[in-house]
């Protein structure tokens, strides 16, 4: 099993890299084409500005590499974000792979950006495979995503939003699995078996 976590200029890249390891799971950290084209896996994580971020995968052709992978890919917060159509921050055209928007929280008067836990509302979906309904997860973000068609599971903070989307061989969540104790290390591990 080859996993290769994207590297780009976004930062919560290592603590995806850990989280592997304490599954037990080698992970390659890699901006080389060539190198996430042999992966069995692609986790795309990150933490960071919406329109930076594009302007590096772009520079580095790991838009186009993005959109065309065949294998399981997984984005993770800032990643979730950039694979959605357009988003509100930085005024940012994105990769695209959801047909939605990534919003400002404008909407609620709790504090922005949400830092900390909340729980997750998700469907009978093999990435949430032995997670307990309403589980809590750890969220750091000024941003979220619409309702979705795509959506496979929706998180309330002040307004319900999607924080899981699944369409074909791309998985994506708000939260960060990876500081998510033994619940969000669960996921990584149903992301790691899917086939």
């Given at each position: 099993m080859k996993v290769v976590i994207i590297k780009y200029n976004a930062g919560n890249i290592r603590?995806?890299?850990?989280?592997?390891q304490r599954l037990g799971i080698e992970a390659f950290i890699s901006d080389d084409i060539e190198t996430i084209l042999s992966a069995d896996k692609i986790i795309f994580?990150?933490?960071g500005e919406a329109s930076g971020a594009m302007d590096y995968l772009k520079q580095k052709k790991l838009d186009t590499l993005i959109k065309d992978v065949k294998q399981p890919l997984l984005g993770i917060c800032l990643g979730m974000q950039l694979l959605c159509n357009y988003s509100e921050?930085?005024?940012?055209p994105c990769l695209g792979i959801f047909n939605v928007t990534v919003k400002k929280f404008m909407h609620t008067n709790l504090k922005v950006p949400q830092v900390g836990w909340n729980t997750i509302q998700h469907g009978n979906h093999p990435l949430f495979n032995k997670v307990k309904q309403n589980e809590y997860m750890y969220f750091v973000h000024s941003y979220y995503i619409e309702q979705s068609a795509n959506a496979i599971a929706t998180t309330c903070y002040g307004i319900e939003y999607t924080s899981a989307?699944?369409?074909d061989n791309f998985y994506a969540v708000q939260f960060h699995p990876e500081k998510s104790?033994?619940?969000g290390e669960q996921i990584l591990r149903n992301f790691i078996s899917i086939r």
């Open positions: 603590s995806v890299y850990f989280a592997m994580p990150g933490v921050e930085g005024n940012t989307l699944c369409k104790a033994d619940a």
